[in-house]
Every structure is written in C-alpha cells, then in structure tokens.
C-alpha cells in the first residue's frame, strides 16, 4: 500500500495532480512555504511538471496573477542563426517541453485562453534581463544550462508577492567550454538562506517506465 505524504492536489478538467513521493511531497511542500526553491534532479522526477501545476493551483485561487515559464537557449552543434524560420520558430523546439506541461495539465486550448492574454508567458532567458515580476510565480527549467551570470540575472527578477521554481539536472550540462553551472553555483550561495529550499530527487522519484530509470542506473554504472 502507497503511504500518502501530502494532502495538495490540482484537480484538472483531465487529473488530478499530486506528489506521489517522499521527495515529490518535500519539493511541493517547499514550493509552498519558501519564496525560492530549487529542485534538483534526473529528468522525469516531476520537478517541472509538479511546480507548474502549483503555479496554476496559485493562478486559480488568485494568489498570483502571472506565471513566467523560462528555460536557458543552449545551442547544441547548430547555431540558432542558421535555422530556418523567424526567431519565434527557431526558439520553439527549446520550449516544447513546458508548452508540452501546459497542455496536459490544462488542455488543447491553453494557448488561446492564457498565453495569447500573457497570463502564463513562455520566454528564453536571456529575454527576462531588466524585468522585475510582481504576483508571479516564476519557473525556470533545464537551470544547469545557465551560467553564473544568467543565474544571478534570474534570480534578482523577483518583485513582491512572487515565487521563483528553478530546476535542473546537473549531471546534464551542456554549457560550452567547460564554464561552471549557474545551478551549481546558485545552490551554494543560497542554501543557507532562511526563505530558500532545496529538493534533491533520485531515480526512485521518477514517473516515467519503469525502463526510464534502469536506463539512468546502467549509464551511472558505465
């Protein structure tokens, strides 16, 4: 019998969303008392998938008003430049993992009712400098991508009545040059900081096949 950690719940006109895990309840549970949270961790644990349904939990009970979704642009082998299409086009493949979020959680029309009116607004990060975000819960996805400068960028974005949600997969950095992970760096700085939090998450929280996490296991093991 599955022990219940955690009595939130988002019910969607499709599921009903929740923390099915030790580390699920912890990251979700700091999502709701820390102003900024890290969640750390191998792809398919729920980090994105959890802290955007608590942002539109907070959207529906009118605790905030927007939700900014960002992720880093790291370009891997092919410049952005020669991609064919407008820069919107060229950018979008980057984004579909959040727009892929958005529609499970909230349905096939979610780009009419809410992105189209900039209430949830899906940006690169580079595109958040000089901005400041009052009643917004703020998501940054694949954060081990940033670097040390875009990380301070993003966290120094945050107005009043705002959360920030930052989530990677440190032992998947892409960034050119060796350069040192702003995630890593970031946690460092702030883990001793009264209204931050951290989640680490291992194989045992994915929610993905079964397959998903003996793939991980047989690479750590190579």
Known sequence: MKKKYFSFFLKTKYSLIKP???????????????????????SGTGKTYLATATAIDFLKRKKIYRIILARPIVEAGEKLGYLPGNFNQKI???????????FEILGPHFNEKYISHNIIEVVPLAYMRGRTFND???ILDEA????????????????????????????????????????KHA??????LHDVGI????????MRSSIVANIIKAYDNK
């Open 92 to 102: 979008n493949p980057y984004l579909c993992p959040i727009y892929d979020v958005l």
């Open 199 to 206: 989640t680490y998450f291992s194989i045992k929280d994915i």
């Open 187 to 192: 946690i460092n700085i702030c883990k001793n």
């Open 20 to 42: 099915k895990t030790k580390m699920q309840f912890y990251y979700v549970k700091n999502i709701l008392n820390k102003t900024i949270t890290f969640g750390i961790g191998v």
């Open 144 to 183: 081990q991508n940033t670097t040390i400068t875009q990380m301070k960028m993003f966290l120094t974005r945050l107005g009043f009545n705002s959360k920030a949600v930052i989530n990677g997969d440190i032992s998947q950095i892409d960034l050119p040059n060796k350069s040192i992970s702003g995630l």
């Open 136 to 138: 917004s819960f703020i």
